[in-house]
C-alpha cells in the first residue's frame, strides 16, 4: 500500500541548531515532493519544492534533499529560531500530475 | 491578492442539517482542491478542480458530500445530511496547473463540528 512516513513524534531542540525533518514514502513514484508549514489554526503554507532529477534545494535557512532510491526527504533548518516552531508536512504527487497527498506532519519545537 | 477566502471559518451544527462551505481562489490560479484534516487521518484529499472541471473526486467520503464550481472564483463543498463523524477542519487551496509542480495556497479553513 503507499505510504507517506513523518516522525509523529515532536521534535525537541535548542535554538540555533539545526533541525533535520525526515519524510519516507512507499510505493509512489513522485516527479516532485514539497515541504509546507502549518501553525495552529491556519492552513499550511508552501515552502519548497524539489523535482525529482534535483539532490538539493536550498531557500535562506532551508534546505531540502530528495533522493529517490532511498525514496526520502530531509528538511532541514539551520539556526533555528522559537519562531520556526510549528508543524511541517510533507507532500508528493504520485506521477498524477498537480494532486498532492500529505504526510501526517512533524512538530517542531524550539526552545529558546 | 488576499489569498484564499474560505467562508465561514467556524460552522457548528446539527446532526443532519445541511451544511455549505465556499471557497474562493486566487485570482489566475486555474486549479482548485479541497481537503480535510482531522487528527487520525490527517490531510486527506476531497476533491480537486482543474479549469472549474472535476477531475478527481475518488477521495469523497459518500454521496452525502458534494462539489461545485461554477466559475473560476467561486468553489462550494456541501455536506447533506452532515453526521457528527464529518467534523473536521476543510481547507480549500488553489494553484496554477502548468504540468511542472506549483506549489498550493490554501485557505485558513472551516472547522466544521456537527452534534
Known amino acids: 500500500s503507499q505510504k507517506i512516513e513523518q516522525n509523529s513524534e515532536a521534535l525537541n531542540i535548542q535554538e540555533g541548531k539545526t533541525a533535520t525533518l525526515t519524510c519516507n514514502y512507499t510505493?509512489?513514484?513522485?516527479?516532485?515532493l514539497q515541504w509546507y508549514r502549518q501553525d495552529p489554526g491556519r492552513g499550511p503554507v508552501f515552502l519548497l519544492l524539489?523535482?525529482?532529477?534535483?539532490k538539493e534545494k536550498r531557500k535562506e535557512r532551508l534546505k531540502v534533499t530528495f533522493d529517490t532510491t532511498l525514496k526520502q526527504s530531509l528538511f532541514h533548518i539551520t539556526a533555528s529560531q522559537p519562531a520556526d516552531s510549528a508543524t511541517y508536512l510533507c507532500?508528493?504527487?504520485?506521477?498524477?500530475?498537480?494532486?498532492?497527498?500529505f504526510g501526517g506532519g512533524t512538530r517542531l519545537m524550539v526552545k529558546p | 491578492d488576499a489569498g484564499v477566502i474560505q467562508s465561514p471559518r467556524h460552522e457548528v451544527t446539527e446532526m443532519g442539517q445541511e451544511v455549505t462551505l465556499r471557497c474562493k481562489p486566487i485570482s489566475g490560479h486555474n486549479s482548485l482542491f479541497w481537503y480535510r484534516q482531522t487528527m487520525m487521518r490527517g490531510l486527506e484529499l476531497l476533491i480537486y478542480f482543474n479549469n472549474n472541471v472535476p477531475i478527481d473526486d475518488s477521495g469523497m467520503p459518500e454521496d452525502r458530500f458534494s462539489a461545485k464550481m461554477p466559475n473560476a472564483s467561486f468553489s462550494t463543498l456541501k455536506i447533506q445530511p452532515s453526521e457528527p463523524r464529518d467534523s473536521a477542519v476543510y481547507f480549500c487551496a488553489s494553484n496554477i496547473d502548468r504540468g511542472l509542480g506549483y506549489g498550493y495556497t490554501f485557505g485558513s479553513g472551516t472547522r466544521l463540528t456537527v452534534v
Open positions: 507532500a508528493l504527487d504520485n506521477n498524477a500530475g498537480n494532486m498532492l497527498t
Open positions: 524539489i523535482r525529482e532529477n534535483e
Open positions: 510505493n509512489y513514484s513522485p516527479a516532485y
